[in-house]
């Protein structure tokens, strides 16, 4: 992992990246079984690239977790022993034995292992609650893992892969900037 | 002096590799060692690989076996130490004397480290050690000045390795009681400090309040950096003030005392952090390996920014530079 920042970029804070306000907006008013289909098929497509995904969780594969993006109308609730992922909306989302809220950015950035946990949570950027061994076993086992979103996701934009894996990573180079 | 660098997981060992460790540590996923956190550590495949992976790169591995044996349950120690020394290790960091005597006897040729957990810190302990298991290196407690390791330094015939950067334990490494009274765990029987299964934080009025065993820890104001909820760095209601009893929520870094560390005889700075993501790993390890090839004025600039990965989001040179005496 190259990590070309110097210190002067890392001491100035920043916020990360604001999601475009379009896609906020498109995202919340998408009917709810359109946006499942679309997380289902990523979900699908990220278990076939990473298949000893969820072996580091051992018996934490039994619980429930929850992941809520700040500033979209959305909540994921995944069970990795089943495995699944349910899309909710916020006011709809039920409890679950661990949870994570923070600016999507950042769980993404989370979800690739490419900021560290531990330093989003002293700086009060994410909040955590529930079980926190279950959290830490998945926290550990996606750090482990090796995703690489838009190389992992690049075969589900068919004859556009390539231009779309370019574009993700020019996304994610300009994400991670902010929250440098 | 060589930079040792932490490893959670293959990931991370792959990424101290590539940023420029010398050397990496790491552990089973077991009680064996005392970062025995959930989804943290090796299989034994994993430890095969990543010893071989390191040596063809020439980067040595320490195998951390650094909690005291169980009682009744010794094998599940030796087989960790029989499966290190067969996988390559080229050390075995040990804090259990009866387990350094099983090496020593069974795996003469091993080398052997011994753990900041077996709180050797006079130079008598270190020289017992030294003689009765042939220790060829001792990891320091970090509750010692520069000018005491100097001191120490003169009078063992063992190489010293001391903490430079990461959490800071102010406690008497392996006899620190503090997570046991709270959670019936500790990290020198089970591995673990604080155990998550034990840490819980919740939302109150804006405020993130953490609790560990039922007891609250902290409560954090909004916005002002947060630190794990260990005993040792919680802030408590004593007389008429909330006040920190111990330490701070605060990590270390010793960094500015690297000439002074070096002139001493420090043969290995340590990174602490097996806990932590692949991403603090590559970042502080980079940060520090440039630290350590750059003059004494620019190294501040490599290492500032890792302030922001702290806990607390702020460094101590601990009792490296004893201020409080």
Redesign the interface.
Known sequence: ?K?D?T?ED??NQKRPMDIPRPLVFAVNTTPLPIVQKIVDAVFRRALRQHPNLFD???S?AEKRFGFSPTGLDLAFEIHPATPSISVYRKRQAPDTDAAVTGPLVMLLALLE???????M????SL????D??????????L????FDLPKDLAGLAGPFAVPFQELANRVRSRALEGLA | MELICPA?????YR?AV?AGADAIYCGFRDETNARN????NFTRDEMKAAIAFGRSRGVDTYVALNTFMRAGAEDIWYRAADDAAAAGATALILADMALMDYVATKHPDQRLHVSVQASASNAVAVNFLVESFGAKRLVLPRVLTVAEIAALARKVSCELEVFAFGGLCVMAEGRCSLSSYVTGKSPNMQGVCS???H?????DGGD?VSELGGFTINR?G??????YPTLCKGRFHIADSDAYAFED?VSLDVMDHLDALRAAGVKALKIEGR??????V??VV?SLRRALSASPQARP??V??LR??????QTTSGAYEKKWR
Not at chain 1, 113 to 119: E, K, L, N, P, Y
């Open positions: 992992m990590l920042r210190g890392l001491l580091r969780l051992g934490y292992g490419r900021i560290d946990g531990d330093a949570f002293f700086s009060r909040s955590v609650t529930g926190m061994e279950a959290m830490l076993a998945l926290r550990n086992a750090d482990d893992c090796g | 959670g997981t293959p990931a991370a990424e590539q956190f959930p989804g943290l155990p998550a299964s840490v819980r934080y919740r939302e993130m954090f909004k916005n002002e950096p947060a630190g929520p806990q932590r993501g692949k991403a603090y590559a970042e980079s600039a490599h500032a920014q922001k990965l702290s806990e607390g989001q």
